[in-house]
């Protein structure tokens, strides 16, 4: 079995760090110190000036199979997640047909499953993600699917989530809520605002998104099931989730990195690789959502990688499809609304991999059927799912140079801070130096 030591790196735990070594064999951490010896034969990752901790986990990754195979495979995700510094993602559910059943599930898996990383599924709430009739949950929690969401569309109808959410909690899943409510929503294709105005586009208000937060917590406190909100986009729905932890709900929330990065004023120029549901919000949006990330009242940053085809960004905006790549440059872009100089490693590691883990059940301690462990303390004995990040490389991000199949990524030619350097997934080395090993 391989034998890895990643030499001279801080080594990022729970709640401390410490300058070391990690001794990996046989697909497990085995040692954590100072100046290991190295093993004979054993791969040996230089770590200096680098940050130590679990791969990332995410848990919002549109890998488009089966049936938009020409803007992703499961295969083509899952290496340019590896890139990323991610050992485990969560495919979302609305593919081609949606995963709805289990028959499509054990197929996603089984596709996953040759991958460099842990490919786990999110499936559908409803059958078809038309949100009238419930999906098989309980066939598909039985294969190992922990988290349940139409994402794309949430569920409209509170009747049918109120079922979802009564039916879920004594399977021990947990409900994943895309938040807007289409009828407040219908037509808009940006934030609705003085910028939607001044473009003259339809907008998308932030009612729209507040409304299902506000509306799935009291049916959360009715239920008593967990439910995680998808990519919230505004600090007002951020305070409502906040507030419901505090009462005690079993609430979680997430953000994607475009809308820590990005406001509603790049729009200007009417490129459709701005485009995304739910849309880029105001600056002051955008600043409280660092701010609530930096507090730790973020759970997690989850990429929400949303790979199109060229011919249908190339599209006029009104017609092209919202979203946009996340997962090679998420962790990165994570960094800097941390703060970079400033960034703690624990909120680091904790958003990017520790909560999400958590999240997804993912974690050593949970029910894995088809998955290995991530999210760990860093702790001999723990599967060796472990990235090593540079705080300090500055690198340009270049389309061309995307592992993904498509290329739809607004962050073409921006110089970044912080890089992934390596990735051992499954005990093996995946990532080296940057690059696919």
Not at 230 to 251: I, N, W
Not at 373 to 392: C, Q
Request: hydrophobic share 45%; proline share 6%.
């Amino acid at each position: 079995m391989t034998t890895i030591l990643l030499r001279g790196g801080t080594v990022v735990g729970e709640t401390s760090s410490s300058r070391g070594d990690v001794l990996i064999k046989d697909g497990r951490l085995s040692e954590v110190g100072d100046s290991l010896a190295v093993p004979k034969g054993a791969t040996v990752i230089d770590a200096e000036g680098c940050w130590v901790g679990p791969g990332f986990v995410d848990l919002h990754a549109h890998l488009r199979e089966p049936g938009r195979e020409e803007a992703e495979t499961i295969d083509s995700g899952a290496r340019a997640a590896a890139v990323g510094g991610y050992s485990a993602i969560v495919a979302m559910p609305n593919t081609e047909p949606a995963l709805d059943n289990a028959a499509l599930v054990a197929y996603v898996l089984a596709r996953g499953a040759t991958t460099p990383i842990d490919v786990a599924v999110a499936g559908a709430i409803t059958q078809g993600r038309l949100g009238s009739h419930l999906a098989p949950l309980a066939e598909m929690a039985a294969l190992g699917v922990r988290l349940f969401t139409d994402d794309g569309i949430g569920v409209q109808d509170p009747a049918v989530m109120r079922r979802a959410l009564s039916y879920a909690k004594p399977l021990d899943v947990r409900l994943a809520q895309h938040c807007e409510d289409e009828q407040l929503a219908a037509g808009g294709t940006m934030n609705e605002g003085p910028w939607s105005s001044r473009l003259g586009l339809v907008g998308r208000p932030a009612l729209a998104e507040e409304l299902m937060v506000l509306r799935d917590i009291e049916l959360v406190r009715l239920t008593g099931c967990p439910l995680h909100f998808l990519h919230l986009s505004t600090a007002r729905s951020v305070a409502l989730v906040l507030a419901a932890k505090r009462e005690g709900l079993p609430v979680t929330c997430e953000v994607a990195p475009h809308h820590l990065s990005l406001d509603e004023s790049v729009l200007a120029t009417f490129d459709p690789l701005f485009k995304v549901h739910p849309p880029l919000r105001s600056a002051e949006d955008v600043d409280a959502l660092r701010a609530s990330l930096v507090a730790g009242e973020i759970d997690a940053v989850a990429t929400d990688h949303a790979p199109h085809a060229p011919e249908l960004k190339d599209l006029p905006f009104d017609e092209a499809p919202p979203g946009m790549l996340g997962l090679e440059h998420a962790a990165s872009l994570t960094f800097s609304a941390l703060g970079a100089e400033t960034a703690n490693e624990q909120r680091f590691f904790s958003v990017l991999s520790r909560a999400p883990a958590r999240i997804a059940q993912l974690r050593a301690s949970d029910v894995r059927p088809a998955h290995g462990a991530h999210g760990g303390s860093m702790t001999p004995g723990e599967d060796a799912n472990i990235v090593v990040f540079d705080p300090t490389v500055r690198w340009t991000v270049s389309r061309e140079a995307l592992q993904s199949r498509a290329t739809n990524t607004p962050y073409d030619g921006r110089e970044l801070r912080g890089r992934v350097r390596a990735l051992v997934a499954k005990g093996q080395v995946v990532v080296s130096e940057g690059q696919l090993t």
